[in-house]
């Protein structure tokens, strides 16, 4: 292990590093939740295991490109899949213009994959954070329960890609983040699932739970219900049922970036 990481947890089999900065109670939280997502389909995470899949976990004065393991990370180029249609249209003045360690200290305070990354402030639900009303921790995690599917259970993956291409032909989720990619779009949806992702509103329609996901894509939550039984509440999830995942003010007919 890297002289950078000073404390480790294990979650199913699954490292959770961090410096010494980080409070012990922020990787207790981001072991529980992750304990938590898996006790339905232990198998997708001892898949996680066994293919070198980690966490670390920033401190609130730490950044992505803080981690050795990111140390040489790049800006994105314009033709990257991952931005958005409102990073795209401003890309010049939102990407061009930064740094790489601005960039993507400005663009995210986690990721998913084989060196998930979480935050302190997130997986305690800090005021500080920048996400505040979500845990984002859930949706990098999300991300990583769909790498385990498509290579542990490649039929309910043809399910997952199925309700996403209804989702795109149907105009589901229109303008949302949740429509960038087929992994947003799981991640997201994983969110719902547990019931700690902030309001979306499509014409006045509102997704808060998984209550309101049932009914407004049920092929998706079909999909999310085979990778997670029934359990809709995450063990140490700061933000679950939280009134803090509506924003204060009058509803907006549509929560879609406008750009």
């Not at 198998?43 to 996680?48: D, R, V």
């Not at 360690?101 to 005021?127: C, F, H, K, M």
């Not at 699932?193 to 209550?211: M, P, T, V, Y």
Request: proline share 5%; aromatic share 10%; with cysteine.
């Amino acid at each position: 292990m890297p002289a950078f990481y000073a404390k480790e947890v294990t979650a199913r089999g699954i490292p959770i590093r961090s410096s010494a900065k980080v409070r012990d109670e922020a990787l207790l939280a981001a072991r529980d939740m992750v304990r938590s997502m898996f006790s339905h389909r232990p198998e997708l995470a001892k898949w996680l295991a066994r293919n070198d899949y980690r966490v670390a976990i920033i401190a609130v004065d730490e950044a992505l490109l803080d981690l050795p393991e990111n140390a040489a990370w790049k800006k994105p180029a314009k033709d990257d899949p991952r931005l958005t249609r409102c990073e795209l249209k401003h890309y010049d003045a939102r990407i061009g213009a930064l740094s790489d360690r601005q960039y993507w200290d400005n663009r995210a305070r986690g990721i998913g994959g084989e060196r998930t990354v979480g935050s302190e402030e997130d997986v305690l639900g800090l005021p500080v954070s920048r996400y505040y009303g979500e845990t984002i921790f859930v949706h990098e995690m999300g991300h990583n329960v769909l790498f385990a599917i498509e290579a542990v259970d490649p039929a309910l993956y043809a399910r997952v890609e199925a309700a996403y291409a209804n989702a795109l032909k149907s105009g589901l989720w229109l303008n949302e983040y949740t429509t960038t990619t087929l992994q947003e779009y799981w991640a997201e949806g994983t969110q719902f699932w547990f019931d700690s992702n902030k309001l979306q509103a499509f014409d006045g329609r509102r997704i808060l739970g998984h209550e309101d996901l049932a009914a407004y894509d049920p092929q998706l939550y079909a999909a999310l219900a085979d990778a997670y039984g029934t359990n809709h509440k995450l063990r140490s999830d700061p933000f679950y049922l939280s009134e803090l995942r509506v924003p204060k003010g009058p509803i907006p007919k549509n929560t879609a970036e406008e750009c």
